[in-house]
């Protein structure tokens, strides 16, 4: 199947995607397609794909790959550790 600037899938619409939330295939293509969902964000508050226990790290990428995105998202968390106080002091 292809869609807006998407790669070919070998997914079926039955396919779950986001087994959290029990969302298939078909209605993150249905977000996109008929609803013009354009980013996983809009995917994710039409269809509530990633919003389950694991918050989009299991499905994450395969949602983003039916919307049709490509590139990783600005709303990607940046990598950090922990600080403490008093190296925070210090500086």
Same mark, same amino acid.
């Given at each position: ?29 249905? &977000?996109?397609?008929?609803?013009? &969902? ?28 039916? &919307? ?5 998202? &600005? ?17």
């Amino acid at each position: 199947m292809r869609g807006r600037g998407r790669q070919p899938t070998l997914s079926r619409n039955s396919t779950e995607v986001c087994r959290c939330e029990e969302i298939t295939a078909g209605r993150i293509r249905e &977000a996109v397609d008929g609803l013009g &969902a354009g980013d996983t964000r809009t995917v994710k508050l039409l269809t509530r794909a990633g919003m389950g226990w694991c918050q989009g790290r299991v499905c994450g990428p395969a949602v983003a790959h039916l &919307a049709g995105v490509t590139e990783p998202g &600005a709303g990607r968390r940046l990598l950090a550790c922990p600080v403490t106080l008093g190296e925070l002091a210090r500086e």
